[in-house]
């Protein structure tokens, strides 16, 4: 336990596993080669979590909480620490990430890289397509929700936090997206296409509550800053009987004021620059054998 430099991960940890956990860390530590980086990822996908898959106790979800919080978890529901080994639970992760279809040419044609949303490191009208999850105001608050994560990236979390965007401020808020989506419009080709889902946010205020729809907020921002068009709002509705519906072309988005006691979705906003060509009634075959998992 020598590598040990945070008491808080025996909350989630036995020592056996920890252990384990400690002494690949330091053995990963500087390095970045390829395989290398891979399996730090694949070891943040099994870090904690709710299932046998990870190595922690069993948690809620796959945040990190807080020590305190787990330790009470851990106490009312009389869970114990799991002996685990890294290596097949390591197996298993990569096993299941490679499920996914994934095309021939990816391997050659693949750059990861990493960098703030509001400034890409893509030359201007390069991307064919931006897919995009961005941050739903501060639903999550995210440096937090990792740090274990980030302790066994040796990232400090002050660090992840500064380089986030995290507020509960609408105008902020709409700021930020301002310029996430300059920034998109210039790396983007002409005539293509970006997508971006984003969960509808529940905000407590002091006399009601109130349901912001993001997607609908990033629309308008779109269409009022930007030379994008707004193609549509495909709406997540998750419930099988209530098939997801598509909202084309409508001139105006309804959002916030929107205080009524509803559930909180995810939606998928389009947004095109140029003409590019689009079918609003795509005939995806779901069982052709490019989307299924291999
Ligand atoms: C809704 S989550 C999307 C998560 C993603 N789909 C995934 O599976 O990991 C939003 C993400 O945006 C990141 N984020 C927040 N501010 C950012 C910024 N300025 N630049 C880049 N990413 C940011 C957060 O760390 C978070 O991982």
Redesign the pocket.
Known sequence: MRLLDNDDLQVFYSDYTLDQILRLREVLYDDDSPKAMYLKAVMCGILHGPSQMFLSLQTKDTYSGTANYVREYAEEHDLELPERDIRPKAIQKHELAQEDFIPPWVNSQTKITQ????DLPFESETADLIVT????MQT?N?DWN?WIRLWWLNTPRED?RD????TQDTDKYRE?MRE?LWEMYNVLAPDSVAVL???DVRKHLSNRKQILNTAAIIAEEAQQYTDFDVHGIIDDAYDVDNRSYVVFNRLKYDHDEDDEERETIDRCLILKKGSPEMSTEPEIDWEKELYKSA
């Open positions: 960098s703030n949303a509001t999850s961005p941050p739903y999550l995210y990792n992840e380089n986030l965007v995290s930020f996430c889902i984003v969960g």
